[in-house]
């Protein structure tokens, strides 16, 4: 064995220590995030109930300005009649621009022919496993 390969376990338990320190520090992280967001939740309910009721979009203070805004989300409940008419209405900017990955790979490996402008960019990566057994 080569003098490179008998250091190879050091890193895989060097590696293994990294990412379940960066796991501890992640839940550590979620679950104080959590917390805040909930205080933030909380005092943006008083600062909208504010402006409800004193029919007002935005408020001036002294440690700052805020505003109301309205934001609309829109979502799909039936995608083959929506493709069916985006594209009777010819509005095709109104979809994303993203290539579903898995699909695409499905379709490359039934028919082998690539599409007209795509591109495609392959990166190798390590995972590592804990022991077995």
């Not at 104080?32 to 007002?56: F, G, P, R």
């Not at 408020?59 to 594209?87: A, M, Q």
């Not at 699909?103 to 590592?128: F, H, R, S, W």
Request: aromatic letters at 8%.
């Amino acid at each position: 064995m080569s003098k490179e390969s008998t250091g190879l376990p050091k890193l895989v338990k060097a590696y293994r220590a990294l990412r379940t320190a960066r796991s501890e520090l992640k839940a550590a992280f979620d679950t104080e995030d959590t917390a805040l967001v909930k205080k933030q939740e909380k005092i943006n309910s008083k600062l909208l109930q504010h402006c409800v009721e004193n029919d007002v979009t935005s408020v001036k203070t002294e440690e700052g300005t805020f505003i109301r805004k309205k934001r609309v989300n829109y979502w799909c409940s039936d995608w083959e009649k929506f493709h069916e008419w985006v594209l009777a209405q010819a509005r095709p900017e109104l979809l994303q621009k993203r290539i579903a990955q898995k699909n695409l790979e499905e379709y490359l490996e039934d028919c082998g022919e690539i599409p007209i402008g795509l591109q495609a960019d392959a990166v190798y990566t390590i995972t590592v496993q804990k022991p077995r057994g």
